[in-house]
């Protein structure tokens, strides 16, 4: 168990729907990223956000989006879905200092699929 | 930009044979990690290692061991006696140490132990 908690497990929706996956960070960790792992992309870096606040973005689509609230748990919104938003989203958290220490321990993964 | 090549797609062995992963990459970075992750088949990423790029000491950990050869850009790793648990996809992945250090994945290793 790497600490880090993901909500809901799986998700199956519709074209052109909107859904929100969500992360826990592990206790302590101000770092949050948020990746995409398809079959055709692979594991792609999507957004970073450190403490409140983001910190880079990756291959992002404008359709998604992304916050990290107070208490430390982030959020992704993926809007207008279409069927190759189908995919496996992870969350990850660190310690997020600027030397990324200790590394990034990965939630277990929201598996997205859209009809 | 970051690159990750990790050129073995599938590798299958017999239990208790010895395998090694490859895991080359790029970068302009003279500060960077290297790391290891292991994703099983039920789909969570498990963190292996770390590596910072001015260790190239070799590192064991009971049965896993990684070999850092910065001359080369290699980071690779080795299973002794390999067994049906270790049986799942190896990624490698490249970071900077900035302050985003977004992790930059090869596209993984599906090994394969058979009895």
């Known amino acids: 168990d790497s600490g880090v908690t993901q909500t809901p497990k799986h998700l199956i929706t519709a074209t052109g729907q909107r859904v929100t996956l969500r992360c826990s960070p592990r206790s302590g960790d101000l770092s949050v990223y948020w990746y995409q792992q398809s079959l055709d992309q692979g594991l792609q870096f999507l957004i970073q956000?450190?403490?409140?606040?983001?910190?880079a973005k990756g291959n992002i689509l404008e359709r998604f989006s992304a916050q990290q609230f107070p208490d430390l748990h982030s959020e992704l919104n993926l809007s207008s879905l279409e069927l190759g938003d189908s995919a496996l989203y992870f969350c990850?958290?660190?310690?997020?200092?600027?030397?990324?220490?200790?590394?990034?321990?990965f939630g277990p993964g929201t598996r997205l699929t859209v009809l | 930009a970051q690159k990750v090549t990790q050129a073995q797609t599938e590798i299958s062995v017999v239990e208790k044979e010895d395998v090694t992963l490859d895991c080359v990459y790029e970068?302009?970075?003279?500060?960077?990690?290297l790391f290891w992750y292991k994703q099983p088949p039920s789909g969570e990423l498990v963190f292996l290692i770390r590596?910072?790029?001015?260790?190239?000491q070799n590192e064991i950990s009971g049965r896993y061991s990684w070999n850092f050869q910065k001359s080369t850009s290699s980071f690779n790793f080795t299973i002794t006696a390999s067994q049906v648990v270790d049986s799942a996809v190896y990624f490698c992945a490249l970071s900077d140490t900035g302050t985003a250090s977004k992790l930059t994945f090869g596209t993984g290793t599906r090994l394969q132990v058979t009895l």
């Open positions: 956000y450190y403490n409140g606040e983001e910190r």
């Open positions: 970068t302009r970075d003279t500060t960077y990690y």
């Open positions: 990850a958290s660190s310690a997020g200092t600027s030397r990324a220490m200790g590394g990034q321990f």
């Open positions: 590596r910072n790029s001015f260790d190239e």
